[in-house]
């Protein structure tokens, strides 16, 4: 095996393993996200809610990363060798996969992701009486990324289908040199009976790789201004640190891969350079989605999580703090009923300084006086009834005589 096609095929799994890792990622960041969903509703913390407001708009950015994931597979030299999965189509076939490839992520999954992650950093910034991130937000947003992502869908359409015709013509006006509409380059390899063996291996059309730098250049832009006025609003470090790395490697990995893909259609596929250059620019956007999916879908709902049991700490609290309050009442109770057999006068004094609770009093000779024991049981300096006052609210004691019948 010449050394071209070996490093190609290590590219290839290599990139077929990232993938992998990839949706690995996706597929527990949506099990957490809707578990999350469920413990809201399971345990009615309605005040989470609003954090869990953007699930669905949180998963498709996930399904369009997996979704890019999957083309960058389909891509591979590594599928067209001999006995592969996209050896047995013929050269036709293997060419319209390139081409959907190119309209596939560079026309649909790459900037329905970007816009996707826009929204999700805008929406913090959104009044609450708009009701944002609730049910209709996910509909309108999700609306909102295909419609925007139209003019570069079509565009890339238009590229793909109507580009390679401008080099057949008669005039030579409007041609153009093969690598900017090109989507693949015919190459041969040998079989195991050493026959040639025509494949198409994928390439990127500069036309493309232009208007994805457009699309990066202007997404950039509005990201920087975006994210500062985040951070105007962000007083945890924390917080700022991952508005800071989100920022930074949405802007820092996008623009590279459009350098590097720029920089492929110098070489032919069938060099180490130009995989290098291809490998290069799909672990750039590969790092800048795994990036996004960790901070925009697996730390807000961790953070909600751990703010959830704060709450539960808090609930256990305030249980625990009523409890002793209700105890020390009944010791209260229980000393003002140890000392009310003392003297009438001490016990009043008792009374007066400890609560507002009264109770019956017996005199020496055994004859019990009617008392009230009033409702109020906190402040003395709020509820002590002042000496000469009307009875106090409460319900009067039964005498003994009336207990025990006549």
């Known amino acids: 095996m010449p050394l071209t096609r070996l490093a190609a095929d290590a590219f290839g799994v290599v990139t077929i393993c990232l993938v992998s890792l990839l949706i690995l990622l996706g597929f527990l960041c949506i099990i957490y996200s809707c578990y999350f969903r469920s413990r809201i509703h399971s345990q009615g913390f309605a005040q989470l809610g ?37 050896n047995a189509f013929t050269l036709k076939w293997q060419e319209t996969v390139c081409k959907y490839y ?71 006006a409007f041609e153009l040199p093969h690598y900017f509409t090109s989507t693949a380059f015919h190459s041969r390899i040998k079989d195991d009976v050493d026959d040639d063996n025509d494949i198409a291996l994928c390439t990127y059309p500069l036309l493309s790789t232009i208007l994805l730098g ?48 720029g920089l492929s259609v110098m070489y032919e596929p069938e060099q180490v350079v130009f995989e290098a250059l291809a490998f290069l620019a799909f672990l750039s956007l590969l790092c800048c989605a795994g990036v996004s999916i960790w901070m925009l879908v697996y730390c807000p709902v961790a953070d909600s999580l751990a703010l959830r049991s704060l709450l539960d700490l808090e609930a256990r609290r305030r249980i625990s703090d009523d409890h002793n309050e209700t105890i020390s009442l009944i010791a209260n109770q229980s000393l003002l009923g140890e000392s009310m057999g003392v003297s009438p006068e001490r016990n009043s004094d008792v009374s007066t300084k400890r609560g507002s609770i009264s109770f019956r009093t017996v005199e020496k000779d055994g004859t019990s006086v009617d008392t009230y024991v009033e409702l109020s049981l906190f402040s003395p300096s709020q509820h002590a009834t002042p000496p000469g006052s009307p009875h106090p609210l409460g319900w009067p004691m039964i005498p003994r005589h009336q207990f025990h019948g006549p």
């Not at 407001?53 to 979704?67: D, K």
């Not at 937000?137 to 295909?146: E, H, M, Q, S």
């Open 214 to 261: 457009f699309f990066a250049t202007v997404l950039t832009t509005y990201l920087f201004w975006l994210g500062r006025r985040i951070l105007n609003l962000v007083i945890n470090k924390g917080l700022q640190r991952r508005v800071y790395t989100l920022i930074f490697s949405v802007s820092g990995f996008l623009p590279l891969r459009v350098l590097l893909l």
């Open 102 to 172: 190119i309209v596939s992520n560079l026309g649909f999954a790459e900037p329905c992701m970007f816009l996707t992650l826009v929204f999700l950093l805008r929406a913090p910034l959104q009044k609450m009486e708009s009701r944002i991130l609730s049910q209709k937000w996910n509909g309108k947003t999700a609306g909102y990324v295909l419609l925007y992502c139209l003019p570069v869908f079509a565009l890339q359409l238009i590229i793909i289908l109507i580009g390679p015709n401008f080099n057949k013509g008669k005039s030579n």
């Open 50 to 86: 609003y954090f869990n407001g953007p699930w669905i708009i949180r998963i498709t950015f996930i399904l369009f990363a997996i979704w890019w994931g999957i083309g960058e597979i389909v891509r591979l030299s590594l599928l067209r060798s001999e006995g592969r999965v996209l």
